[in-house]
């Protein structure tokens, strides 16, 4: 088919209808990578000019003005949750409100830095007082709404430009308040209250999402990371039991509104495609290629789950040169793009992947025919 | 006395060492400036503009000064804001969590500002500081391009 905009090819892929080429992805793009692209190759005028009007230039790693400037065809808008404060916290860490702690910190180029410390409720104790102190808070009221105006300004002024939106995901929200210690204890031991917990994070998370589809977003994604490169942070037994059924109901939530579900999940996930598709979920994001069998997934489920991301980031974009880039994207392009179901990218936030290998990579994409192969 | 404990200069690799060990309230303020320094939207809508600014959170110590001068930007963590050599233009007080509240919107903002549970001295240079962040009639520095 040929798409009359990016929101339409994107869609398009996600329903695994061919398209005229393959729809591009940026998950997003750290710090380090937007000097770099300043340096390097810097905004247009004009166009600079028009997508700070449109408010489109932002904080890393978000960033809608770059992922234009670039031209790609969608990208990703995940909302914070609130961020409290706990006197005497090392590192002056700031805690989210599913008890993680997060520290801003400046690295020694002078590029800023945010973090991931560690987990503050290390207790039952510490959960109990967590709960009693009215926390996880619901999102802030006014904070969607700014960020989903964008969504319509990026459709109409910028050739359909899909911006995905999401929140954390269970897991994710789960891991980085307790830590794995914790959820492996109470896993084996106390697994009605990890339940509570995840309970008790599902009504935020739920509210949030509620609050996200009123916007009628085509897109939701959500990031919660299953995998290390070995294989999944936890069993899949525990998986199933506990995070499994917490992500359904996101899925219902989007589903129930008439959008599509995508997760964003990095590592060695190959195994929870069967429960994947179970869920319904339309497409999983990152599939990072040195450790994911691609063509594989490709053949099993890609008829049932479309695949997002797929380009190394860390490796490929980072050491390759764009000669390389053009040949092993437009490989991928070929064996994963053919019927549809396919939105390349970076499989994460690009911190110090070169911009003329992000370049290349886009014309890999961009160039091929691959993806009206069938 | 004024306690100096590190000066950076944003931006760059010049400042490598002192940027490093920013933390806390400095390292917040000077995220939210880089971007707008990168980018030169900051020397696109702040030329010619000289700001002080104290952000002194008392639950979130060392407080930090951000410093605009004609389109650039320094951090300083100061141990006493209240000795600080000249009065800021524009100083920010209360605590983190309502700082927060009033950045995000949560709840009532203003009622937040009434009760003064967070105080803004320099409002009217406040509002200047605010051109920068809906900054959209400017001219590029020389760095950009149509590539």
């Known amino acids: ?374 | 006395m004024v306690e100096q404990v590190e000066r950076v200069e944003n931006g760059g690799t010049s400042a490598a060492a002192g940027v490093a060990g920013l933390k806390g309230v400095a390292a917040i303020a000077y995220t939210f400036f880089w971007p707008y320094k990168i980018d030169g939207r900051l020397r696109a809508s702040m030329k010619g503009v000289e700001l002080t600014i104290v952000v002194d959170l008392i639950d979130f110590p060392p407080a930090a000064v951000v410093e605009i001068r004609d389109g650039d930007f320094s951090v300083v963590v100061v141990e006493d804001p209240a000795r600080l050599p000249r009065k800021p233009d524009i100083s920010i007080s209360g605590k983190l969590q309502d700082l927060i509240r009033v950045m995000e919107g949560v709840g009532k903002a203003l009622k937040v500002l009434l009760s003064r549970k967070v105080k803004i001295k320099g409002k009217r240079k406040a509002l200047v500081l605010a051109k920068l962040f809906r900054a959209t009639e400017f001219e590029l520095p020389g760095g950009g391009s149509d590539g």
């Open chain 1, 1 to 374: 088919m040929g798409a009359t905009d990016k929101c339409e090819r994107v869609l398009a892929a996600l329903e695994h209808e061919e398209t005229d080429r393959p729809p591009s992805f940026l998950l997003g793009a750290d710090f380090s990578f937007y000097k770099q692209f300043i340096e390097k190759v810097g905004f247009g005028h004009d166009e600079f000019r028009e997508y700070a009007k449109d408010g489109l230039v932002m904080t890393p790693p978000v960033n809608h003005a770059l992922a234009l400037e670039l031209g790609f065809d969608c990208d990703w808008m995940t909302f914070p949750s609130l961020f409290h404060f706990e006197p005497g916290l090392e590192n002056h860490a700031l805690l989210d409100t599913w008890g993680g702690m997060f520290s801003f910190d400046v690295q020694p180029d002078g590029t800023p830095h945010q973090w991931y410390v560690g987990p503050h409720l290390t207790s039952r104790e510490k959960v109990e007082e967590w709960w009693d102190l009215g926390r996880p808070a619901g999102y802030p009221k006014l904070l969607f709404k700014p960020s989903l105006r964008q969504q319509r300004v990026l459709l109409k002024k910028y050739d359909g430009f899909l911006m995905l939106v999401g929140l954390a995901g269970p897991f994710e929200c789960l891991i980085f308040g307790i830590g794995f210690a914790q959820f492996a204890r109470y896993a084996r031991r106390d697994p009605e209250f990890l339940h509570e917990i995840l309970e008790r994070n599902f009504e935020v998370q739920a509210e949030g999402l509620k609050r996200i589809v009123r916007f009628k977003p085509p897109v939701v994604m959500c990031g919660d990371d299953y995998g290390y490169n070995e294989g999944l942070q936890v069993n899949v037994k525990h998986w199933r039991e506990f995070i499994k059924p917490i992500l359904g109901r996101y899925v219902e939530i989007v589903h129930g509104a008439g959008a599509k579900f995508v997760i964003h999940t990095c590592g060695n996930v190959g195994e929870l495609f069967p429960d994947f598709v179970e869920l319904g979920i339309d497409g999983v994001e990152s599939l990072q290629p040195t450790i994911n069998d691609l063509p594989f997934l490709k053949h099993k489920f890609g008829d049932e789950i479309a695949l997002l991301g797929t380009v190394d980031d860390s490796g490929l974009l980072v050491n390759g040169t764009p000669a390389q880039v053009r040949a092993e994207v437009g490989k991928m392009v070929e064996v994963l793009g053919k019927g549809g179901g396919y939105v390349p990218g970076p499989t994460n936030f690009l911190l110090d992947a070169k911009v003329e290998n992000v370049v290349a990579m886009l014309e890999a994409i961009h160039g091929t025919d691959a993806g009206r192969a069938g």
